[in-house]
């Protein structure tokens, strides 16, 4: 079953920091967080895909921009994962999405 979580209209500002956490299905294939203005400008499409083994982190203005992959799957089926979005006044080699398992 493919679950669907949005939020709209939130006043993210300089020096705001993101956090998600959540389980992933046991049977899932990979899962998508975008982050943008809408669904017409996103500003970050991070997915993790198992099959491939890749996390996908991408932006769409009207196109693709241009595509990053990481090849370190730090995300299963079944587990627990928390990511967080880091402040965008950091270096740009400084803002990544970071994963963790997280222990129980």
């Given at each position: 079953?493919?679950?669907?979580?949005?939020?709209?209209?939130?006043?993210?500002?300089?020096?705001?920091?993101l956090?998600?956490?959540?389980?992933?299905?046991?049977?899932?294939?990979?899962?998508?967080?975008?982050?943008?203005?809408?669904?017409?400008?996103?500003?970050?499409h991070?997915?993790?895909?198992?099959?491939?083994?890749?996390?996908?982190?991408?932006?769409?203005?009207?196109?693709?921009?241009?595509?990053?992959?990481?090849?370190?799957?730090?995300?299963?089926?079944?587990?627990?994962?928390?990511?967080?979005?880091?402040?965008?006044?950091?270096?740009?080699?400084?803002?990544?999405?970071?994963?963790?398992?997280?222990?129980?």
């Amino acid at each position: 079953m493919s679950e669907k979580l949005e939020m709209t209209n939130m006043d993210m500002k300089l020096g705001t920091t993101l956090k998600i956490k959540g389980k992933i299905a046991s049977d899932a294939d990979g899962f998508v967080i975008n982050l943008g203005q809408g669904s017409e400008k996103l500003n970050l499409h991070f997915n993790p895909r198992f099959h491939d083994s890749a996390i996908i982190c991408n932006s769409w203005d009207g196109n693709w921009g241009q595509e990053q992959r990481e090849g370190h799957m730090c995300f299963s089926p079944g587990s627990e994962v928390k990511a967080g979005r880091q402040p965008p006044e950091l270096p740009e080699r400084a803002r990544r999405v970071e994963c963790l398992l997280l222990q129980d």
